[in-house]
């Protein structure tokens, strides 16, 4: 959010992605708070936002947190090099609960100062660099390992993976750091993301028809399970972890895409009664989005039997030292 003060007043600049707000200052010069504007949401639906903030947050930070120990100790995919992102993916999403999110209810009651709402911004535009490039490179592994299926193991060495999570972390934290800041950086991070979110539908649509050819390959061999080469008995796990992404992939593009449209209601001449429920609307769309974080540890759960029996191994221990 972009401020100015004078004489104690503040004008927030309308182009801001996340400008529904004012800042507030005593004339002593004392802390500045981040309070709710006028058209803010009413005492119910902050309730209601607190709840659901508050929840997904602590449901997030359990599951968040399992799939991280998950991928140290078990290779619940059998792929070494998606479940380097994964975790990495899981990383980002703790920021996001453990710290974004609970600074997001003390923001939406005017309780979070607002140094530690830039920092709150901040944040939430790292982890949301760091989760679209990390399901972007997911997507392209995915699209490799079944393109290169008799020769993924030597295509991709565990170095370059390694090389990538990094770069990304390093391109999220220079470009995201600033974006809670400067116009220009929150712009290049709005645009970069948008760029990444219209990619991954089309390199999808590639990596399913080339699952298709090579299940119609494999089938045309009509050879019994014994004889099939250790790639095309590799092609039913590949299929399934494709599968799997592809359902994280949805969900984050049905959580965050309201968060990308809404903005444009104020740059396209909208009625101002238009802008007004766009403004009202604003805390719930970014409440949807937060709640992404905590989706992707019950969709490994629900589409991965190998990550439950690692989970269930996990639990089992935890319960059998207590």
């Given at each position: 959010m972009?401020?100015s003060?004078?004489n104690?007043n503040c004008?927030v600049?309308?182009d801001?992605f996340?400008?529904?707000?004012?800042v507030?200052?005593?004339?002593?010069?004392?802390?500045?708070?981040?309070?709710?504007?006028?058209?803010g949401p009413?005492?119910?639906?902050?309730?209601?936002l607190t709840?659901?903030?508050s929840?997904?947050?602590?449901?997030g930070?359990v599951?968040?947190?399992?799939v991280c120990?998950v991928?140290m100790k078990?290779?619940?995919?059998?792929?070494?090099k998606?479940e380097?992102f994964?975790?990495?993916l899981a990383?980002?999403?703790?920021?996001v609960?453990?710290?974004?999110?609970p600074m997001y209810?003390?923001?939406?009651?005017?309780?979070?100062?607002s140094?530690?709402?830039?920092?709150?911004?901040?944040?939430?535009?790292?982890?949301t660099?760091?989760?679209?490039?990390?399901?972007?490179?997911?997507?392209?592994?995915r699209f490799?390992s079944?393109f290169?299926?008799?020769r993924y193991?030597?295509f991709?060495?565990?170095?370059?993976?390694?090389?990538?999570?990094v770069f990304t972390?390093l391109?999220?934290?220079g470009?995201g750091a600033p974006?809670?800041?400067?116009?220009?950086?929150?712009?290049?991070a709005?645009?970069f993301?948008?760029?990444?979110?219209?990619?991954?539908?089309?390199?999808?649509?590639?990596?399913f028809?080339?699952?298709?050819?090579?299940?119609?390959r494999?089938?045309k061999?009509?050879?019994p399970?014994?004889k099939?080469s250790p790639?095309?008995?590799?092609f039913p796990r590949?299929?399934?972890?494709?599968?799997?992404i592809?359902?994280?992939v949805?969900?984050f593009?049905?959580?965050?895409a309201p968060?990308?449209i809404?903005?444009f209601?104020?740059t396209?001449g909208a009625?101002p009664a238009?802008?007004l429920?766009?403004?009202r609307?604003?805390?719930?769309?970014?409440?949807?989005?937060f709640?992404?974080?905590?989706?992707?540890p019950y969709?490994?759960y629900?589409?991965?039997?190998r990550?439950?029996?690692?989970?269930?191994?996990?639990?089992?221990k935890?319960?059998?030292?207590k």
């Open positions: 972009t401020t003060l004078n104690a004008t600049d309308k801001s996340l400008n529904f707000s004012v507030s200052t005593s004339s002593c010069g004392s802390t500045l708070r981040v309070t709710r504007p006028q058209f009413s005492t119910s639906e902050m309730k209601a709840a659901i903030n929840t997904a947050s602590l449901i930070f599951g968040n947190l399992l120990i991928v078990f290779r619940f995919l059998g792929r070494p998606a380097l994964i975790a990495s990383v980002a999403d703790l920021l609960c453990v710290l974004a999110q209810v003390l923001f939406l009651h005017g309780l979070l100062p140094h530690l709402n830039m920092i709150r911004q901040a944040i939430t535009w790292i982890s660099l760091v989760s679209v490039s990390h399901l972007f490179s997911i997507s392209i592994e490799l079944l290169f299926l008799h193991s030597f991709i060495p565990d170095r370059i993976i390694w090389s990538s999570i972390w391109i999220a934290i470009f974006a809670a800041t400067f116009r220009k950086a929150r712009h290049v709005q645009y993301v948008i760029a990444i979110l219209l990619i991954i539908p089309i390199l999808y649509a590639g990596t028809y080339i699952v298709r050819l090579q299940h119609q494999i089938k061999l009509r050879l399970a014994k099939l790639s095309q008995k590799r590949e299929r399934k972890i494709v599968y799997m592809a359902v994280v949805g969900a593009y049905l959580c965050i968060l990308i809404l903005p209601f104020f396209v009625s238009v802008v429920k766009a403004k609307a604003f805390p719930w769309v970014n409440t949807v989005a709640c992404n974080s905590c989706l992707n969709v490994y629900w589409r991965s039997c990550f439950r029996l690692a989970l269930e191994r996990i639990l089992q935890i319960f059998e030292k």
